[in-house]
């Protein structure tokens, strides 16, 4: 029904520059929330940062002033500009959105299937 596609990871130096992009298509009535989660090896999944619909936004406290989210909502596509990485932002990044597929339906969760990113020399 619906498919969150991400792009964009891969492997930077420490210091270095990366951006997301994930897009969102298939049946698809409105897209609510949409943001970026992290699985870093050996630990549990956790929140980078969402969007709502709005402007408002939230951030992990540890990239807060690094990272930025924004989104095309023309395009139902969300991005993660992540500057000044670190090695420990090594993880799997995951897509995710709150989607409802026909007017008047609960908006459900998806995910992506994830891309890696590696901060390393």
């Known amino acids: 029904q619906v498919q969150l596609v991400e792009s964009g990871g891969g492997l930077v130096q420490p210091g270095g520059s990366l951006r997301l992009s994930c897009v969102a298509s298939?049946?698809?009535?409105?897209?609510?929330?949409m943001g970026w989660y992290r699985q870093p090896p050996g630990k549990q999944r956790e929140l980078v940062a969402r969007?709502?619909?709005?402007?408002?936004?939230n951030y992990a406290d540890s990239v807060k002033g690094r990272f930025t989210i924004s989104r095309d909502t023309t395009k139902n596509t969300v991005y993660l500009q992540m500057n000044s990485l670190k090695p420990e932002d090594t993880a799997v990044y995951y897509c995710?959105?709150?989607?409802?597929?026909?007017?008047?339906?609960?908006?459900?969760?998806?995910w992506g299937q994830g891309t890696q990113v590696t901060v390393s020399e």
């Open positions: 995710n959105a709150d989607v409802a597929t026909h007017r008047g339906l609960v908006p459900l969760e998806y």
């Open positions: 298939g049946t698809i009535f409105n897209v609510y929330a």
């Open positions: 969007q709502t619909t709005g402007t408002m936004t």
